[in-house]
């Protein structure tokens, strides 16, 4: 049936008139629910997160919520339940919550997965945040199937003002247990915003305090790439550690953006590296004035002082932590200084523990046996150029090295110091240093221990100006009104390969395969030296009554090898007009045991000659020196003469210095006592002394 126009127009009225009735039922209601604060809203919310996050939720009254003009909801009181496998309180118990949103931040949260909340306000809170070894934790939730939560970013919190905060963090894989406190001020009317943060306890088993305070912390986590740094101080001590910061802070929840001037104080880097997860050497006590500059996941470091030991350093470094494809954090940049001694290397090597605390060793023992922390060189990689103005080598030097260049490269587990160049004295040492504690983690066989190698060459090193000369021998020719002589002149030329494996010095030593080769050309010896030597009282006397006068050395020359720790001279003689000197034995490293002989032969009559060799022996730390009760037999003097003839032929080459007068002296030492000639090599190599950049190496 056709309905007629005025029977449209009244049906249209009607349900006009409906929806209109229907509106202001609703806006009515709305308006009712919106001052009443959406008050039955509360349970059906506390049961959907209960079941959603599967923990127990509890959402206490006065329960506010208003939907105009944008969210907020005001809690009377917020908890969430810790897992049942915890024995934990609870996860998050909050009392007084306040909380502001913005419809255009729910918006851009569905189109770009960024949360960002206007405004939180809590009067207290605690968190309970713990960890168990297998890695689960009470703040973990059960996910959907398609939840990427490493692809959401943090929320960003515009305005946080806490009256009271806690939050104790257990972790046992890190083992650490932390009790922090905080509260912040911010977004108020009051004139000075303020927010303190402290920590209390224990960071990977050792005790860790730490302040912080800024007039602005939340709010400057923002992804605003033009948000403005605020200004914050703070200190942090951890085992002994102390670490002052000064500067200021942007975007703190995500890039973490950090710019300031800190300051450092330890016993040892080793533990500055603990605490950052970084790889550092175990050192002196140290002080480190630096500047740094976090800008995302990059840290730039620049080091205007570091007191290390005695030594003074600097360094510009950079720090990226990121691990891509695979890869490990690497460390970059340029280390120099202006004073550097080589004794601050010690503890790195074992004679202090990685606390700085120093190492007793094992009862009649000297070398440090402590196991080094070589492991750790495989969670970092580094590429830094050094170049060191000023070398010590100790109170038995008196030139330092000037300058001390090298290269280090640190590379899945694989330590190199290449191209090592370094000055003194007039003469060069060049060559590398290598240790490989790769480990492959991949791999269920057996790790090697870390496999060590040295290769050095020294050339055209003028020992009277680099040996020190004893405060004794310098008093006695004072008072004489003379200037001290050095003990021995001349040229120092050689090389040294060695290869060792160990995870400790000791273990390295006891180790060594290789050879180490020295000779001195155009040198002089101390009289008194070579005649106490040769055991010669008379000789001896007169040149300490008489004053001491220098011997031209016609042959010095010592050629080592090791084998498993135990070292061997395979020639060993020192050649004046006075006395020829002969050294045979061993030099056991891995026992710390001595067994030498040193058999002299003067060449001059006195009545008072003993004629015996004196024979070194015992341990490293009890050595015992002592002659021979019967005298030295020319024969003995002979058979050991003997036994040096082949390998002093086979390091000849080495020794000529292009007029091959070193190699005749020394080839004429040994036939004088042994009855056959040492033929000197009829093309001569050259030795390190006579190469024009470096010295001979051994595989180079």
């Not at 390295?508 to 070579?530: A, D, P």
């Not at 490293?620 to 037999?633: H, Q, S």
Request: with cysteine.
């Amino acid at each position: 049936m056709t309905r007629s126009p005025r029977q449209l127009i009244h049906g249209l009225l009607r349900f006009g008139k409906t929806m209109l009735w229907l509106f202001v039922g609703l806006s009515i209601a709305f308006i009712t629910c919106e001052v009443l604060g959406w008050k039955f809203l509360r349970e059906p919310a506390q049961t959907l997160l209960s079941k959603q996050l599967q923990r127990e939720v509890i959402l206490d009254a006065p329960f506010q919520l208003h939907l105009w003009a944008g969210i907020q909801l005001d809690l009377g009181h917020l908890y969430i339940s810790a897992p049942e496998s915890f024995k934990a309180p609870h996860l998050v118990d909050a009392n007084n919550i306040s909380i502001k949103l913005r419809y255009s931040d729910l918006w851009r949260y569905k189109q770009q997965g960024a949360l960002h909340i206007r405004e939180i306000r809590v009067d207290d809170i605690d968190a309970q945040l713990i960890r168990h070894a297998d890695g689960s934790a009470t703040w973990q939730f059960p996910k959907e199937e398609d939840d990427d939560a490493a692809s959401q970013p943090l929320p960003v919190i515009e305005t946080l003002v806490v009256k009271n905060g806690s939050s104790t963090i257990k972790d046992a894989i890190s083992n650490t247990s932390l009790k922090a406190k905080f509260k912040t001020d911010e977004g108020s009317l009051q004139d000075e915003l303020r927010s303190e943060v402290s920590i209390n306890g224990h960071f990977q088993d050792k005790p860790l305090k730490a302040f912080l305070e800024t007039p602005g912390f939340l709010p400057i986590a923002t992804q605003d790439q033009d948000a403005e740094p605020i200004k914050s101080k703070g200190w942090l001590e951890y085992a002994k550690l102390r670490v002052d910061f000064n500067g200021k802070v942007s975007d703190l929840f995500g890039r973490q953006d950090i710019a300031g001037d800190v300051v450092v104080t330890g016993p040892s880097l080793a533990v500055l590296g603990d605490l950052t997860g970084s790889v550092f050497p175990t050192t002196a006590p140290f002080r480190l004035s630096t500047t740094i500059n976090k800008h995302s996941d990059i840290w730039e470091v620049n080091v205007d002082s570091a007191k290390i030991g005695k030594s003074s350093l600097n360094a510009i470094l950079k720090y990226d932590p990121r691990r891509q494809d695979g890869g490990i954090p690497i460390l970059s940049g340029q280390l120099g200084g202006s004073r550097f001694y080589l004794a601050d290397l010690a503890p790195a090597f074992g004679a202090l523990q990685a606390d700085g605390s120093p190492v007793q060793p094992a009862k009649g023992r000297v070398i440090p046996d402590r196991p080094l922390d070589l492991p750790s060189l495989n969670f970092m990689d580094a590429d830094i150029s050094i170049k060191l103005d000023y070398m010590d080598l100790g109170n038995a030097f008196a030139l330092p090295v000037s300058p001390f260049k090298a290269h280090l490269n640190l590379t899945q587990g694989k330590l190199g110091i290449d191209d090592i160049f370094a000055n003194t004295a007039d003469g060069s040492l060049n060559g590398s240093f290598s240790v490989d504690a790769h480990e492959d983690k991949d791999s269920d066989q057996h790790q090697y221990l870390p496999q060590w190698q040295i290769k050095l060459g020294w050339k055209n090193i003028d020992l009277a100006k680099w040996l020190q000369v004893s405060k004794d021998r310098q008093e006695a020719a004072k008072k004489q009104g003379k200037q001290a002589p050095p003990y021995i002149t001349g040229t120092l030329n050689g090389r040294t390969d060695l290869t060792g494996k160990g995870n400790s010095t000791a273990g390295l030593l006891s180790s060594l395969n290789g050879k180490t080769t020295l000779f001195i050309e155009h040198g002089e010896v101390s009289r008194l030296i070579m005649e106490l030597l040769g055991l010669d009282i008379a000789q001896s006397i007169s040149a300490w009554l008489g004053g001491d006068h220098s011997q031209r050395l016609q042959c010095a020359v010592m050629d080592l090898k090791a084998s498993n720790g135990l070292i061997q001279p395979e020639v060993a003689l020192i050649d004046t007009p006075v006395t020829l000197v002969l050294i045979n034995g061993s030099v056991d490293l891995g026992q710390e045991k001595l067994d030498l002989l040193l058999a002299a032969k003067p060449k001059n009559f006195s009545p008072l000659t003993l004629r015996s060799p004196i024979k070194l022996q015992g341990t490293f730390a009890d050595p015992k020196v002592r002659p021979e009760t019967v005298p030295i037999a020319a024969r003995l003097l002979g058979s050991v003469a003997l036994a040096f003839v082949n390998p002093l032929a086979a390091i000849l080459p080495y020794l000529d210095t292009g007029s091959s007068s070193q190699a005749y002296n020394c080839s004429q030492s040994l036939s004088t006592y042994t009855g056959k000639p040492v033929k000197t090599p009829e093309t001569p190599k050259a030795s390190p002394a006579s190469e024009e950049n470096h010295a001979i190496i051994p595989g180079h």
